[in-house]
């Protein structure tokens, strides 16, 4: 059993940064691969990024390329989403989640992750 807590939400200007923060459970984390999705209102959740178990290899959306970065400190069993460069339309409530697949590949699928975070609120004033 996997708790992912999440900090660092919150209203932001557009145009402005955050980072979001993601704090794992347990002595496993640097084994298995981390992910953020996204909720807008009134939308379905969608893929953000993912990075695998040594953060080496990432991935993004084509949305937030260039505005997202994943990163993870495995010594602190905690996985990163610096945003910059917002805009309204990033307004949603960001999920992390933990993908303990054997065999890791990078996934936008959210049925690949078995442990979610609480999702923090980020409003993007426009």
């Known amino acids: 059993q996997v708790q992912l807590v999440e900090s660092g939400g919150g209203l932001v200007q557009a145009g402005g940064s955050l980072r979001l923060s993601c704090a794992a459970s347990g002595r496993t984390f640097s084994s298995y691969g981390m992910g953020w999705f996204r909720q807008a209102p009134g939308k379905e959740r969608e893929f953000v990024a993912v990075?695998?178990?040594?953060?080496?290899?990432?991935y993004y959306a084509d949305s937030v390329r260039g505005r997202f970065t994943i990163s993870r400190d495995n010594a602190k069993n905690t996985v990163y989403l610096q945003m910059k460069s917002l805009i309204h339309e990033y307004t949603a409530v960001y999920y992390c989640?933990?993908?303990?697949?054997?065999?890791?590949?990078?996934?936008?699928?959210?049925?690949?992750?078995?442990?979610w975070g609480q999702g923090p609120q980020v409003p993007v004033s426009s």
């Open positions: 989640a933990a993908d303990q697949r054997r065999f890791w590949s990078p996934s936008k699928n959210d049925a690949g992750y078995a442990y």
């Open positions: 990075s695998n178990s040594s953060g080496r290899n990432t």
